[in-house]
């Protein structure tokens, strides 16, 4: 088939032509080299409309138009002829479309596999350093814990320095717990989650996150509710808000600006038969840099950043998605160049306030007020 001239074809109609020239050479073979020659063209032409990106649908209007031209061009050719020569021509252009269209899903598909298969390797390579380092990093935070316990005892009750020491220790026993998520991911364990108060577990994260954030990130919260319980572990809680807030210190650059976190109750649907909302939606929203389709639609994917180069692994969204997910939630992403970004979180609420002896198991510092 002369490829060449198919490829060039800047409409259908010409690619119509096209077919028809290969459709006359099968009615007008002389013997059954040049017959088979045509069938060969009719073969290559099928697996060229793939590389063209014919649609399905539009291949057999490509068939009812080649034959048209073929007629148009002789008027006077024999029905019998034409119905008997064009036959195995058709056939061949549709199988071998038909063939390279599998082909293609095919490679798609195993592109895809293979995409999946090297996430998958890399996500264990990751689970494997996380045991690595747990332990030895816990023997740190062991030794942070207790030599802050034992400056403790040394400061007076209401000083500015004991405070200072116990913000130290809530820290470590987050990263203990974080450290604790980490040998769970690496070792496929899931524990139970319990009841935990979010507004408490966001403000703690804002305290423990200010002194990490640029100076000119201002961060405001507020809660249109006087307690929100969820069941989760505590530190899926705190790992959701310290990453997309992280996310959005970056994404304010060092020109700096707002960075607005908000819980309220879902509004229940006006059709609703009773008013009481049964979900959170949290909102975490910036005035940056925003993003483009293209970066939206890849936000979530695992190693996917748009930081350049030893400044960020990819894992913080795709981390926030997966915990969501986990909790029975959704995340939803709006965001537009220029415009900042906007995650809104919905999780569903334990509406009713567990009781004081249902609630042992969460941290201390997660206690309802």
Request: proline fraction near 5%; charge should be negative; aromatic fraction near 4%.
């Amino acid at each position: 088939m002369v490829e060449s001239e198919l490829v060039s074809a800047s409409s259908r109609h010409d690619i119509a032509r096209l077919y028809a020239d290969v459709l006359q050479r099968a009615v007008f073979a002389k013997d059954a080299i040049t017959l088979e020659m045509a069938l060969i063209e009719a073969s290559d032409l099928g697996r060229d409309l793939i590389a063209l990106e014919i649609p399905l649908e539009e291949v057999g209007e490509l068939h009812h138009e080649a034959l048209l031209h073929l007629a148009q061009a002789n008027p006077s050719l024999p029905l019998g002829q034409v119905a008997a020569r064009v036959t195995a021509p058709l056939m061949e252009a549709s199988m071998a479309y038909s063939l390279a269209f599998r082909e293609q899903l095919e490679h798609r598909a195993m592109t895809l596999v293979n995409a999946r298969l090297e996430q998958s390797r890399r996500l264990e390579a990751i689970g494997t350093l996380a045991a690595g380092i747990a332990h030895d990093f816990n023997n740190i935070l062991g030794a942070i814990l207790g030599f802050s316990e034992l400056l403790e005892d040394d400061l007076a009750p209401e000083s500015a320095g004991r405070r200072h020491v116990q913000y130290i220790q809530q820290a470590s026993f987050r990263a203990r717990d974080l450290i604790a998520r980490m040998l769970a991911f690496a070792r496929d364990l899931t524990d139970a989650p319990v009841p935990v108060e979010v507004i408490a577990l966001v403000d703690e994260t804002l305290t423990l996150l200010r002194a990490s954030l640029p100076v000119n990130a201002r961060v405001a919260f507020t809660a249109e509710l006087d307690a929100a319980w969820v069941l989760a572990e505590p530190s899926q809680i705190q790992q959701i808000v310290m990453n997309l807030c992280i996310n959005a210190a970056d994404a304010l650059g060092a020109s700096g600006g707002h960075i607005d976190i908000q819980l309220a109750p879902k509004p229940a649907p006006a059709d609703a038969a009773h008013a009481t909302p049964e979900w959170l939606r949290l909102t975490i929203s910036d005035d940056g840099e925003g993003m483009t389709p293209e970066v939206r639609e890849r936000v979530f994917d695992p190693f996917f950043t748009t930081k350049a180069p030893g400044k960020g692994s990819g894992l913080g969204l795709s981390v926030v998605h997966g915990l969501v997910s986990k909790l029975g939630g959704q995340i939803e992403l709006e965001s537009e160049p220029g415009h900042g970004s906007r995650f809104v979180i919905e999780l569903p609420r334990l509406v009713a306030e567990p009781e004081a002896e249902s609630g042992d198991g969460a941290d201390a510092d997660t206690a309802a007020p």
